[in-house]
């Protein structure tokens, strides 16, 4: 875990951190006792997500890019910094209590009043001086507003340089640990308020692990992929409109960079405390060989280029199509891992939507198949027949299974299904049905690839079909 780093070089005695420890803790009952635990744990992951955001490694840049950080203009990026900032002062705003904010604008008065020509303002000096959350909280926000005001105007240059994208980052990182209480709330991860296993069924598994090193592994990565799985609920476009949709990349980012650490753990710590032959190492090393192609298919694909993006349906779709790989991924690897310790155990135990997404991916792909398969016939047979049973299979996809579809892949059905509706000559419709089939087995690949639909095999036909498209 780093550590925060201390102001003017001194390093705090164990008296010293266990006071601070003492004070946050008390602070942290606070907050659930005045109902604001949702608003610090946003407020936590934001400020955890500016540390991350500002490391090209975490980045959704190409390869070309990532070489060429110099040419690149980095004034988008900063522009949703400061969308996130904004937030953040309304957070710290949201956790204060009324009668704290208060005090704190009636203390802006006063000293403003009093200090005249002094050099340094008395009120954000006094605030220095405090070392309590709420002082801490004050001091960031008032730190975040200075902040919005001068990117208000940066971002309107044409052009950013990175060396001052990389700048703006050093400087809000140094505001975020100048409380040395913020800077703990940022370093202590797990916290008892928001950071609980409280599945019952993952609960049970890990109380009836024996051997008491292990116990620990697995408490703490499920910990941490449970954690990951409440950050992606920011990310989810059903939640969000459209000017917030693009903020999400300092989430993604915040996640690959999480989700990286997390890999670091299991191959450096636990694997090598495990016999290699037991099912529970083979899980955990094919989570540290197939999460980063997630991460990779998120980042490089995905998200690439999103800040610069102006269509506002292909921001959501990719999002969105973000949100689902990550969410199913993670929520597959939990799955896997407790069956390694309780074989019987269901990925319907565990998360509650987790068995409709599974029969909504197994319709989904089953409608796919069937559908390409009246394309392939109609497209062998050259019958009145054949075109009408495709354009009934065309219509039951559309009504039953399209919705199942990314949001991006729903615009590019929704054309041909209009398209090979209307079209009278069987020629033509010949060939839309060739650009067609290739749509769809496109979308076929694409969803066979799902981690979900591993534990359902398909059928023989549908073998027989994913094979033909190898």
């Known amino acids: 875990m780093p550590q925060a780093p201390w102001i003017e070089g001194a390093r705090r005695t164990d008296g010293q951190s266990e006071f601070l420890r003492g004070q946050l803790r008390e602070w942290l009952t ?9 608003e610090l744990f946003e407020l936590e992951m934001w400020l955890r997500s500016f540390e991350r955001f500002f490391r090209v490694r975490n ?45 704190t604008r009636f203390d802006q008065y006063v000293e403003g009043y009093l200090k005249k020509d002094d050099l340094i303002d008395p009120y954000i000096e006094k605030l220095m001086r405090q070392a309590s959350p709420e002082a801490g909280l004050t001091l960031l926000r008032e730190a975040f507003e200075d902040a919005h ?10 052009r950013m340089r990175y060396a001052t994208f990389a700048a703006v980052g050093r400087v809000l990182y140094r ?55 409440h950050y992606l609920t920011y990310t989810d476009p059903t939640s969000l409109d459209e000017a ?14 999480e989700t990286r650490l997390l890999l670091n753990y299991i191959e450096r710590r636990v694997l090598k405390t495990m016999p290699q032959e037991r099912l529970l190492y083979q899980i955990y090393d094919s989570l540290v060989y197939c999460l980063p192609l997630e991460l990779k298919k998120v980042i490089n694909t995905e998200l690439l280029d ?61 409608g796919l198949g069937s559908l390409i398969r009246a394309v392939r016939e109609f497209s062998e047979q050259k019958s009145e027949i054949a075109a009408q049973n495709m354009r009934d299979e065309i219509s039951l996809f ?24 209307k079209c009278g000559s069987q020629t033509a419709l010949l060939q839309i049905a060739h650009r067609f089939e290739t749509f769809l087995t496109t979308l076929f690949r694409e969803v066979m690839k799902r981690s979900i639909l591993q534990q359902v095999p398909a059928g023989e036909d549908l073998a027989a079909l994913e094979a033909q498209l190898q």
């Open 30 to 38: 606070q907050v659930d006792a005045a109902g604001r635990t949702q």
């Open 59 to 103: 980045q959704p840049l190409s390869e070309k890019e990532a070489k060429q950080l110099a040419l690149r203009n980095w004034s988008e990026e900063l522009r949703l910094v400061d969308n996130v900032i904004l937030r953040v002062v309304q957070l710290c705003t949201a956790i204060l209590t009324e009668e704290q904010v208060n005090q």
């Open 149 to 158: 005001l001068l990117l208000t105007d940066l971002v309107k240059l044409s």
């Open 175 to 229: 505001e975020i640990r100048r409380s040395h209480l913020i800077a703990l709330l940022i370093d202590k991860k797990f916290k008892p308020i928001h950071d609980r296993i409280t599945n019952p069924t993952i609960a049970a598994i890990v109380r009836r692990i024996d051997e008491p090193v292990e116990r620990k592994q697995a408490a703490r990565i499920f910990l941490e992929l449970f954690r990951l799985l």
């Open 244 to 257: 917030n949709l693009k903020n999400t990349v300092l989430i993604f980012s915040l996640i690959t960079s």
């Open 306 to 366: 999103i800040s610069v993006s102006r269509q506002a349906d292909n921001i959501r779709a990719r999002v969105e199509n973000s949100h689902g790989i990550l969410r199913d991924c993670f929520q597959q690897s939990i799955v896997q891992i407790a069956q390694a310790f309780e074989p019987g155990i269901s990925g319907g135990d565990i998360f509650p939507d987790f068995t409709a997404k599974l029969d909504q991916s197994v319709r989904l792909r089953d």
């Open 398 to 421: 559309y009504d039953e299974s399209m919705k199942y579809l990314m949001y991006r892949d729903w615009t590019g059905f929704e054309i041909f299904f209009i398209e090979m509706l």
